[in-house]
């Protein structure tokens, strides 16, 4: 039974940072893909970031530089450390993870559908 438990979101003045955390069970991460993924209201779900076995990460341009993926395998956690946020950096901010695609790959899971399962999200609000 997989499950991600996100969390680390809230109100911060732009330039501020946050740090979110998905902790999660049920599966193994070197045969799954993690990824977080944001959703501003009106826009479309967009993966911002992705790590593959702890090591191999991707980011969105609009983040890169800024924010930075990371995973401890004893805590079964992976973490979305966002630096230099900006108003635009506002959205709910999902945790996802799915099988990782034999055809494609981690790198080439870049859409919502590709992705089983997700938590509950957590609201990032940058002004």
């Known amino acids: 039974h997989v499950q991600l438990v996100e969390s680390g979101g809230g109100l911060v003045q732009p330039g501020g940072s946050l740090r979110l955390s998905c902790a999660a069970s049920?599966?193994?991460?070197?045969?799954?893909?993690m990824a977080w993924f944001r959703q501003a209201p009106g826009k479309e779900r967009e993966r911002v970031a992705r790590?593959?076995?702890?090591?191999?990460?991707l980011y969105h341009d609009s983040v890169k530089g800024r924010f930075t993926i990371s995973q401890d395998n004893a805590k079964n956690t992976v973490y979305l450390q966002m630096n230099s946020l900006k108003p635009e950096d506002t959205a709910m901010y999902y945790c996802a993870t799915a099988p990782r695609d034999p055809y494609v790959g981690c790198a080439g899971m870049t859409q919502p559908s590709q992705f089983k399962y997700w938590g509950q999200g957590t609201q990032v609000t940058v002004s």
């Open positions: 790590i593959i076995k702890g090591v191999t990460t």
């Open positions: 049920g599966f193994t991460y070197t045969t799954y893909c």
